[in-house]
């Protein structure tokens, strides 16, 4: 079975503008969730979907939105950027009701 | 929102020495959950535990959930090369609130 990829791996952006990010869950899955790290902060969770819906979301401003396709491939939006947004964006898929999380490589956010 | 202290934030061991990283947290915990990140790489699932006082083991790791459902180990036996990376508890469900994550470094 192939894991839980995202693209891009890798991204630099100006401060102001937006970005959008991408997942694709494990086959089958159908619950994505979203995490950011950073070396001050940890690892925080964003939002989680299910079935297209959010299920779940962290304490992050507005700034940071989601979606879940039908298919369960999701994307996560930044808008208005930040210098303290730059983190290492994970997402990770997982069957309920197991709760396991597998996680994808990540996207590396920099942003000047 | 939840939270869970680890300690220490970083460990140095000779290889073949143990290490133990330890959660805590002020409230109950429904759940455990332990994951490890290699340097540059992405957090992986090592187990859940979720009953009072459970013991789990994988080979030389052995995880621990205490009796009052609010801290929580993970000990490694005789640490190899292989093991370095940073550990890190987490409590939730697909909502995980993480540990500040233990890094350890095996010296050989």
């Known amino acids: 079975k192939a894991g839980v990829t995202q693209t891009p791996r890798y991204l630099i952006k100006t401060r102001g503008q937006q970005v959008t990010l991408s997942c694709s869950p494990i086959?089958?899955?159908?619950?994505v969730s979203w995490y950011q790290q950073t070396p001050g902060q940890g690892l925080q969770f964003l939002f989680e979907?299910?079935?297209?819906?959010?299920?779940n979301k962290g304490n992050f401003p507005g700034r940071f939105s989601g979606r879940q396709f039908s298919n369960s491939r999701s994307e996560m939006n930044v808008s208005t950027l930040e210098l303290g947004d730059s983190a290492l964006y994970l997402c990770?898929?997982?069957?309920?009701?197991?709760?396991?999380?597998?996680f994808g490589p990540g996207t590396r956010l920099t942003v000047t | 929102g939840q939270q869970v202290m680890q300690i220490p934030q970083y460990q140095h061991v000779q290889e073949g020495e143990d290490f133990t990283t330890y959660c805590n947290s002020s409230?109950?915990?429904?759940?455990i959950q332990w994951y490890k990140q290699r340097p540059g790489g992405h957090p992986v699932f090592l187990i859940q535990?979720?009953?009072?006082?459970e013991v789990k083991k994988q080979k030389r790791l052995t995880f621990q959930f205490g009796e009052a459902k609010k801290n929580s180990s993970l000990h490694i036996t005789a640490t190899q090369t292989t093991d370095v990376g940073t550990y890190f508890c987490?409590?939730?469900?697909?909502?995980?609130?993480f540990g500040t994550g233990t890094r350890l470094t095996v010296i050989p």
């Open positions: 086959s089958g899955h159908r619950s």
């Open positions: 409230t109950t915990l429904s759940n």
């Open positions: 535990l979720v009953k009072s006082g």
């Open positions: 987490a409590t939730g469900a697909n909502n995980l609130f």
């Open positions: 990770a898929s997982s069957s309920d009701p197991t709760y396991e999380q597998y």
């Open positions: 979907y299910f079935s297209e819906t959010q299920r």
